[in-house]
């Protein structure tokens, strides 16, 4: 769940062995740091939903570690809010 106004589709690849970003409205395939590189957007949270349960795959989303670490004290300063 992005709060920032984009959600998007993942699908389990057996073939690759690993989950695949699907985003249809943007034609995109296997390209999961579109939006934090290619749109600029400041993630805090990208939650993965299915039967099994949620999971937080923010990692994902941002590209390296600075990014995902950036990602974690945005979190921080919004409950610090």
């Not at 690849?13 to 989950?19: A, F, Q, V």
Request: proline share 1%; with cysteine.
């Amino acid at each position: 769940l992005d709060t920032t106004d984009h959600v998007w589709c993942e699908y389990w690849s057996s073939s690759l062995n690993r989950w695949v970003h699907v985003d249809a409205c943007e034609a995109s395939w296997d390209e999961p740091h579109l939006y934090s590189e290619g749109w600029g957007k400041k993630l805090r949270h990208v939650i993965a939903f299915s039967m099994d349960g949620v999971v937080d795959v923010t990692r994902r989303y941002v590209k390296g570690q600075q990014k995902y670490t950036e990602a974690l004290q945005r979190r921080a300063a919004d409950v610090s809010e």
